[in-house]
């Protein structure tokens, strides 16, 4: 019995005692279990320590390079970057979708004249679908039917659209926003910084107007113009979508690049008939060409030999 | 103490090396004790990744006690570190920590020496996983009885009760290798893990059993 009574700690106080005074380190009674315990709570012995270069890298490294919050914050903006370009390349391949289509069917009503066109492309045969827009190359694609034209004009565009997309679609966008103003509110906005561009490529304040109404022809009040207002209302449009979709350059181009193909297989067929309003032809690629080629499609208005390089590239 | 560590923390969060060097050197023993006693020989690389997430998560740590702090970061990795490897490693050997220790209390009694540190914390990894943790909390990293019941996640009360029934069990395990020092020498050749040397103690010692309940 008094064995038993010998054995630990009586209650939970006593314990709570033992294991206080061990902590302080205090060397109690002969008590092996308050020796025991001291022992256990004894300072550090150098091999315990061992690991205390690693432990003050592992702080430089972190204060180095704060770790939790300011990694994963970057990440995640960085996911949302991607998906708005994401989302924003799938609005813009809308759009110029949209804008493509709107253009094909803005310029299907001109078309009543050409059902011949594709006829004749028919009879052509291939080879020589093919052939004329390698060997007589520019100039005919350029100078297509007066029907045809329209059609070249939606296609090519974007095919010309890589070299001068944003330029054209700008250019195009000033004058909207230009002819959209009073006649009193024009004189001033062409002052204005942002007007310099368009002022520049027109050859000056007063030649806005005239250059605006042919780029955009939309507002053009002549008729004469008429057929080659409408075709070039097309280039005008869709030139303004590669600037809108430069934030998906991949996705445009492609784009770009099936109606191309289209616009070239259109253009081939249309040689035959080509001479039939070659006048009227060159006015509609006058409308391109300014799109185009901006500045220097002004001065050759109506001249196809300057529209040729323009087009045939 | 507790001042001067909750100052080095100060330190240390603004930057200060030396204040880090200070923490490691004041809470690293007690860490490695205790993990020892959770994880065997695989304590010192457990502690590594409670010293690697320690110093990573330093600015977050928003005050309180922080020894707390640090032995609930060292507790969960060991217990990540039990979950990858699907069991409690053998505890090391307690035969000769025993016999040590009776050595060592037979000449703590006649030259006033202690036992040593390997050897008291070899005997209290012997115990039941709840009472050797409370006992390593209370008595080697100094918290008391509802700090080490954050840690745990138990009450202070249960903690205290754990740590009682951890002394007990100790102070039955030093009596019976002081008591039947000559013989269990031989017999204690195959030292058990907690529970079954609690069942050998039981068979061996019934009259220090008792003293349990």
């Not at chain 1, 075709?231 to 979508?241: E, F, I, K, L």
């Not at chain 1, 181009?253 to 006048?279: E, H, V």
């Not at chain 2, 996983?129 to 019941?149: F, P, W």
Request: aromatic share 4%; with cysteine; proline share 9%.
């Amino acid at each position: 019995m008094r064995f038993h009574r010998s054995v630990g700690p009586a209650d939970r106080a006593e314990s709570d005692r033992l294991l206080d005074t061990a902590r302080a380190g205090r060397q109690p009674t002969a008590d092996p279990l308050a020796h025991l315990l001291v022992a256990a709570a004894a300072p550090a012995e150098p091999g315990e320590l061992s690991g205390e270069e690693q432990a003050l890298a592992a702080f430089r490294a972190a204060r180095a390079a704060p770790v939790p919050a300011p990694a994963l914050a970057p990440r995640r903006p960085g996911r949302l970057r991607v998906g708005a370009a994401a989302w924003l390349a799938g609005l813009a391949t809308t759009a110029t979708a949209g804008v493509a289509f709107a253009a094909v069917s803005l310029d299907r009503p001109d078309q009543p004249a050409p059902p011949p066109a594709p006829s004749t492309s028919g009879s052509t045969g291939g080879e020589s679908a093919a052939a004329p827009t390698g060997s007589q190359g520019g100039s005919p694609t350029g100078t297509g039917t007066p029907g045809q034209a329209p059609t070249t004009g939606a296609a090519p565009t974007p095919t010309d659209g890589p070299g001068q997309p944003a330029g054209a679609g700008k250019l195009a966008g000033h004058c909207k926003a230009y002819l959209a103003k009073s006649p009193p509110q024009r004189a001033k906005a062409l002052e204005s910084p942002g007007f310099a561009d368009l002022v520049a490529t027109a050859g000056g304040a007063d030649q806005v107007e005239d250059f605006c109404l042919r780029l955009v022809p939309e507002r053009a009040p002549k008729p004469s113009p008429d057929a080659s207002a409408t075709s070039s209302g097309a280039p005008a449009t869709s030139s303004a979508a590669p600037a809108k979709s430069s934030g998906a350059p991949a996705k445009f181009g492609s784009a770009g690049a099936s109606s191309g193909a289209d616009g070239a297989t259109t253009s081939a067929g249309g040689p035959d008939n080509s001479n039939s309003a070659k006048s009227n032809s060159g006015k509609s690629n006058s409308g391109k060409a300014n799109s185009g080629k901006s500045g220097s499609g002004m001065s050759g208005v109506g001249n196809p030999a300057v529209q040729r390089p323009g087009v045939g590239g | 103490m507790t001042g001067e560590l909750s100052e080095a923390v100060a330190a240390a969060q603004a930057g200060d090396e030396e204040a880090f060097r200070f923490l490691y050197r004041s809470l690293q023993p007690g860490l490695l004790r205790y993990l020892t006693a959770l994880v065997g020989a695989d304590a010192e690389d457990v502690a590594s990744e409670a010293w690697l997430q320690i110093s990573r998560d330093l600015p977050g740590f928003a005050g309180g006690e922080f020894r707390a702090w640090t032995v609930t970061i060292a507790r969960n990795r060991a217990m990540d570190h039990l979950r990858r490897q699907r069991r409690r490693p053998s505890l090391p050997v307690p035969v000769q920590a025993l016999s040590e220790l009776a050595g060592d209390a037979d000449t703590a009694e006649r030259a006033g020496e202690t036992i040593g540190t390997e050897s008291a914390l070899a005997l209290i990894a012997t115990l039941p996983q709840r009472e050797a943790e409370a006992v390593l909390l209370r008595a080697v990293i100094g918290l008391d009885a509802e700090t080490a019941g954050r840690v745990l996640g138990r009450r202070a009360g249960a903690v205290r009760t754990a740590a009682h029934r951890g002394l007990r069990r100790l102070a039955a395990l030093l009596e019976r290798s002081d008591v039947h020092q000559p013989s269990n020498r031989t017999e204690q050749a195959t030292p058990p893990r907690p529970r079954t040397g609690r069942g050998r103690a039981a068979a061996n010692a019934p009259k220090a059993e008792p003293a349990d309940g």
